[in-house]
């Protein structure tokens, strides 16, 4: 009797990156509409112009290395991407700033390592970390939750907004339209208590809603990918988890001084890096067991940066910091082959 001689995978999963990539556009789709319906048309517009210098970063540098363009590009990566950094950014933030931010998300971040699947950092917090730090100015100047004018609350035109956008309309004009973020109130509240943080702040006491509902559609969005098996529950439940433990803890200790656990959850940019960027497959820890390590860590790192740090929401930091240490996550977590026993100390059994 012959038999058939197969190598390993042996495991075969109906999938590709495309399809994945395709699941993962159609889940921020809840988020997306939500900042454009709370925070005005500035959302959409950088992800179609984030999405189109992607697309051009891409096949020049797979041109350049002599790989084959449209097979990539059609893999959705790149829009993946640009999609991730240009929901992170600023709505108003100007056009050359989201361009340097592609160029090193697509080009230092994803090709300087060798492309999909071998970068050992997430690629669109990699740009959204260094704009943070090269231009604090703009990446911290949010469009509003609604504009109050006159009889009711309102969003720029899409039509002012490209302008501010690609023309740095009047300064004026553009002012009405941008405000504080609700991590931004309480972590420069003057030396307020949280409590009259809330009742002097605007965005606190009247705009929070809109913050809410943001981090709502974000979670729609990953319980789509979680229902659909593109991502597992262990990294963005135990991020969540963590976070909230941390914040409870210290809420519990002193109200007055640190925001309670559903103000974490429900503000920035929490439940988008619960579900979409932590999640990512090539940065982030392997097993089962090392997911919850890395989930959990990264929450405790977000509570950290957002309560002591100099910036207001840590998450870019804390993903980054956790990519660079995931290899050493999964030495420790990943489990015996069968037949094999667990060492007793450090890889191999040596400390």
Known sequence: MSLIRLSSPHVYKANSTANVMRLVMLAML??????TV?????TVIQIIWAGLLALGFEAVILKLRKRPVLFHLNDGSAIVTAMLLAVAIPPFAPWWMTLVGVFVAIVLGKHLYGGLGQNPFNPAMVAYALLLISFPVE?????APF???????????FLDTLKAIFAAADNLWYDSFTGATPLDEIRHRGGLTTEEAWRQ???LSQGIGAWHA???????GGIFLLYRKVITWHAPISMLLALTLCSSMFFGF???????PFFHLSTGATMLAAFFIITDPVSSATSNRGRIVFGASIGILIFIIRTWGNYPDGVAFAVLLMNLAAPFIDIYTQPRSYGHNRAKKGQGGKA
Do not use: C, E, K
């Not at 990446?139 to 469009?143: K, L, V, Y």
């Open 38 to 42: 709370f925070f005005g048309w500035g």
């Open 30 to 35: 809840p988020g997306i509409l939500a900042m």
């Open 139 to 143: 990446m911290t100047r949010w469009t």
């Open 147 to 157: 504009v109050l004018n006159g009889d009711g609350w309102q969003i720029a035109p």
């Open 201 to 203: 702040s605007t965005v």
């Open 214 to 220: 943001v981090s709502a559609a974000w979670l729609m």
């Open 254 to 260: 002193d109200p007055d001084n640190y925001a309670d």
